[in-house]
Nanobody, 124 residues
Framework: QVQLVEIGGGLVQAGGSLRLSCVPS????????TGWFRQAPGKEREFVAA????????DYADSVKGRFTISRDNDKDTVDLQMNILRPADTAVYYC?????????????????WGQGTQVTVSS
């Protein structure tokens, strides 16, 4: 069973930056894609960014393109989400997820393993 932990959430002012990390524990396996999703109160969980196994193919939601960057370190088995120029609309609980297969995948239904989430709050 793969367990994921998100690290790095917090409170930041609009225009600021945060970096989230997705760290696995327990059994890990090769050839997986990783994605980041977020869920604001009263809203559906939505796609933010995803990266394929090789780290050379990424996908982003339109709302974060040019501001967020997803990257992976296969030696450390971690995936990071660098978030710049944050806006109050980015406030949400952020989840990382892993999928069997190469990816990247933008649908949450493609992902089998999820972390517990980390709160990101952007003040105006």
């Amino acid at each position: 069973q793969v367990q994921l932990v998100e690290i790095g959430g917090g409170l930041v002012q609009a225009g600021g930056s945060l970096r989230l990390s997705c760290v696995p524990s327990g059994h890990t396996y090769s050839s997986y894609a990783t994605g980041w999703f977020r869920q604001a109160p009263g809203k559906e969980r939505e796609f933010v960014a995803a990266i394929n196994w090789g780290g050379d193919d990424t996908d982003y939601a339109d709302s974060v393109k040019g501001r967020f960057t997803i990257s992976r370190d296969n030696d450390k088995d971690t995936v990071d989400l660098q978030m710049n120029i944050l806006r109050p609309a980015d406030t949400a609980v952020y989840y990382c997820a892993r999928a069997h297969g190469l990816g990247p995948y933008s649908s949450r239904h493609d992902y089998s393993y999820w972390g517990q989430g980390t709160q990101v709050t952007v003040s105006s």
